[in-house]
Nanobody, 127 residues
Framework: QVQLVESGGGLVQAGGSLRLSCAAS????????MGWFRQAPGKDREFVAA????????SYADSVKGRFTISRDNAKNTVYLQMNSLKPEDTAVYYC????????????????????WGQGTQVTVSS
């Protein structure tokens, strides 16, 4: 069983930055590809970013490309989402997700591919 705990959300003005963290309670962070998704009120959950087990490969939604950066520290069992140049439309609950994988370098962009989810952290961007 994998438990994921997100932190780092909050209220920020447009143009500001936040860094989200997701700590995984596993013996080893290896064999897990990771992703970030978000869900705004009244909208479906959408893909934000993903990173491979190795950390060498990443993928981003077009809406955040160039502004957000996903990274991971396998020694700390933690994945991060650095969010810069935030916009009001980035307001949502952000969820961390983990997928068991045997691939070092594949990234996964679909919610149904992930077997483990965190409880979410609220990000609110004011205009």
């Amino acid at each position: 069983q994998v438990q994921l705990v997100e932190s780092g959300g909050g209220l920020v003005q447009a143009g500001g930055s936040l860094r989200l963290s997701c700590a995984a309670s596993v013996r080893t962070f290896n064999n897990y590809a990771m992703g970030w998704f978000r869900q705004a009120p009244g909208k479906d959950r959408e893909f934000v970013a993903a990173i491979s087990w190795s950390g060498a490969y990443t993928s981003y939604a077009d809406s955040v490309k160039g502004r957000f950066t996903i990274s991971r520290d396998n020694a700390k069992n933690t994945v991060y989402l650095q969010m810069n140049s935030l916009k009001p439309e980035d307001t949502a609950v952000y969820y961390c997700a983990a997928k068991v994988t045997t691939s070092l370098n594949l990234v996964y962009g679909l919610a149904y591919e992930y077997g483990y989810w965190g409880q979410g952290t609220q990000v609110t961007v004011s205009s």
